[in-house]
């Protein structure tokens, strides 16, 4: 069972421009949740999505951030117009069923901007 | 809110010296408890948890026990590794529903010298 994948690993963007980051979880699993991992700050969680629902996005900025998670496919997690202050490692976390607390989590997009 | 406090770091230990990292948290009702580790360049990975009060949760020689009466967490092991050098995350999550987000500590960096 493949574990979280995340794509690309790194991505570059210079200011204005949009990233898109993107999360397969674990085979079966239809929770994911995205944190954002600041330089020299700890992790911050950002959305909680299950198939085709945002159950709770109090963590993700207002503007410019947004996520989905389409009934086929994966979840991404979009950021437009970037700015410096987006640089960040985000990760994206899988988790099985309903009320279950153990998360699984992919290796993370570096996203620098220039 | 549910919030969690670890020791700062970082931590420099010789090869087979104890590691004791502190960790507190504040929340209503029972959280589950974890530690989880993230290595040089790497996504995070599940260390240990813990689910109710007294509960000893323990893997690759770590172990940390749930403190109810002084709301702690801390991670322990008696002999630790050069392979052991890594941030480690203290982090909760509330049981009520099916949002089980994560709440984090800032993360205790550990260097282990030979």
């Keep these: ?114 | 809110g549910n919030s969690v406090t670890q020791m700062e770091g970082p931590v420099t230990l010789s090869e087979e010296a104890f590691l004791t990292i502190n960790c507190t948290y504040t929340a209503t009702g029972y959280p589950s408890l974890f530690w989880y580790v993230q290595y040089p360049g790497e996504g995070l990975q599940l260390l240990l948890k813990a689910t109710k009060a007294d509960d000893k949760g323990s893997n690759k020689g770590f172990e940390a026990t749930y403190r109810k009466e002084t709301t702690s967490f801390h991670l322990e092991k008696g002999s630790v590794q050069v392979s052991d050098s890594a941030v480690y995350f203290c982090a909760l999550s509330g049981n009520a529903g099916n949002n089980r987000k994560l709440i984090w500590g800032l993360g205790t960096s550990l260097a282990v010298n030979p």
Aim: charged content about 25%.
């Design chain 1, 1 to 114: 069972n493949a574990g979280v994948m995340q794509n690309p690993r790194h991505l570059v963007r210079r200011r204005g421009q949009e990233a898109r980051l993107r999360c397969s979880p674990m085979k079966g699993h239809s929770h994911v949740y995205w944190y954002r991992q600041l330089p020299e700050e700890g992790l911050k969680f950002m959305v909680y999505l299950q198939k085709e629902n945002i159950i709770d996005e109090s963590g993700m900025p207002k503007e410019r951030f947004s996520a989905e998670f389409p009934k086929e496919g994966p979840s991404i997690l979009r950021i437009q117009q970037v700015v410096r202050g987006d640089s960040a490692a985000y990760f994206c976390a899988s988790s099985p069923t309903v009320g279950t607390d153990t998360q699984y989590f992919g290796p993370g997009t570096r996203l620098t901007v220039l």
